[in-house]
C-alpha cells in the first residue's frame, strides 16, 4: 500500500474504482494461468503480513526475517522495505507455492489477498485520517478478468478476508508517511534509531523481549490493560510498536505510551 498524492493520481497505472464501480474477476485451477502470479515478483511485506506468517510457519519473527525476507532501503527513502525472498530457481517462485497452490492460503499477505486490486492511501493532513484508493490492476496473462463474476472493492475485500489487513496495512502506512523527511540525523538509517524501529514494526517477538525484559516499564507507563494483551497478542503489540515509532522517532504524543516523571 503506498501514499498517493491525489494531484498525481491520474498519472497512475490501472483503472481506478471507486466504492461504487465493479470489476470481473474470479481465479481458479481451470484457468491456465493458475499461479502464474507467483513468480518473480517484488511482493513487499507489511507488519500485520509477517506476523501471519510467521505464526502460520510457527516459527519466531525474528527467524522469518533471516530466511524470507529481503531488506531494501531505496536511496530517496527513509524507511526500510521489507520484500518477501523468492526461491533460486529459473522462474523465481514464490517460497510459499506448491504444485497445489499457496501453502498459506489462509495466511496468505496483503498484496497477494486484494490482487488484482492494488489499495493505496490518501492522507488528509487536515482531517488527520487516511483515506483509501483502489485501482484495478491485473496483469496481461491474467485470465481471470475475463471472467463474469463482479464485485465491488468491498464485496472482494469481505470474500478474500482482507478487510482486517486493509485495516492494518492502513495504520502502517499512515506511519510510513511520516519518514518523507529524514528522521536519522547524523547517526544515519543504520543507527540505533533505525534499529528500534524496524524491530517495533517487523521483529515483533524481539520487540516484546525488549519490552518485558529491560527497563522499558520502569522508565515509561503503558496501560495495564494495554501491558496484559501484548504479553500474548501479536496483533495489539504491533499496534503500540506503532505508538512507540511515532514518540521514539518524532516525540509525537500517544495515549498508550507516556514517561514517568523521574524518581
Same mark, same amino acid.
Given at each position: 500500500?503506498? %501514499?498517493? /498524492? ?8 490501472? *483503472? #481506478? ?13 481451470? $484457468? ?6 507467483? #513468480? ?32 531494501? $532501503?531505496?536511496? %530517496? ?9 523468492? #526461491? ?10 506448491? /504444485? ?25 493532513? *487536515? ?7 483502489? &485501482? &484495478? ?9 475475463? /471472467? ?22 492502513? *495504520? ?37 523481549? &525488549? $519490552? ?24 495489539? $503489540?504491533?499496534?503500540?510498536?506503532? /505508538?512507540?515509532? *511515532? ?10 505510551? #507516556? ?5
Amino acid at each position: 500500500m503506498k %501514499s498517493i /498524492e491525489i494531484e498525481k493520481m491520474a498519472d497512475l497505472p490501472g *483503472k #481506478r474504482i471507486k466504492d461504487n464501480d465493479t470489476f470481473s474477476f474470479q481465479c481458479h485451477s481451470d $484457468l491456465s494461468c493458475f499461479n502464474l502470479c507467483c #513468480r518473480n515478483l517484488n511482493l513487499f511485506l507489511y507488519p500485520y503480513d509477517v506476523i501471519r506468517l510467521k505464526n502460520c510457519l510457527n516459527i519466531s519473527s525474528d527467524k522469518f526475517i533471516d530466511e524470507y525476507v529481503d531488506i531494501l $532501503l531505496k536511496p %530517496s527513502g527513509h524507511c526500510p522495505e521489507v520484500l518477501l525472498k523468492m #526461491r533460486e530457481d529459473a522462474e523465481k517462485t514464490c517460497p510459499f507455492l506448491s /504444485e497445489s497452490g499457496c501453502m498459506v492460503y489462509h495466511d496468505r499477505p496483503d498484496t497477494c489477498r486484494t490482487f488484482p486490486v492494488e489499495q493505496g492511501i490518501i492522507l488528509d493532513q *487536515k482531517k488527520n485520517r487516511a483515506i483509501p484508493v483502489h &485501482f &484495478f490492476r491485473p496483469p496481461d496473462f491474467c485470465l481471470g478478468q475475463h /471472467e463474469n463474476k463482479t464485485w465491488t472493492t468491498k464485496t472482494w475485500a469481505q470474500d478474500q478476508d482482507a478487510l482486517l489487513y486493509n485495516k492494518m496495512t492502513a *495504520k502502517w502506512a499512515e506511519i510510513k508517511s511520516l519518514f518523507q523527511a529524514d528522521p536519522w540525523g547524523s547517526e544515519g538509517n543504520k543507527g540505533p534509531k533505525a534499529k528500534m524501529a524496524f524491530m517495533a514494526a517487523y521483529n515483533i517477538d524481539m520487540f516484546r523481549n &525488549f $519490552l518485558f525484559n529491560s527497563s522499558f516499564f520502569k522508565r515509561y507507563k503503558v496501560n495495564n490493560k494495554i501491558k496484559k494483551k501484548i504479553k500474548k497478542d501479536d496483533k495489539e $503489540l504491533m499496534k503500540l510498536g506503532f /505508538e512507540w515509532i *511515532k514518540f521514539y522517532i518524532w516525540g509525537i504524543k500517544t495515549k498508550s505510551i #507516556r514517561p514517568r516523571p523521574p524518581a
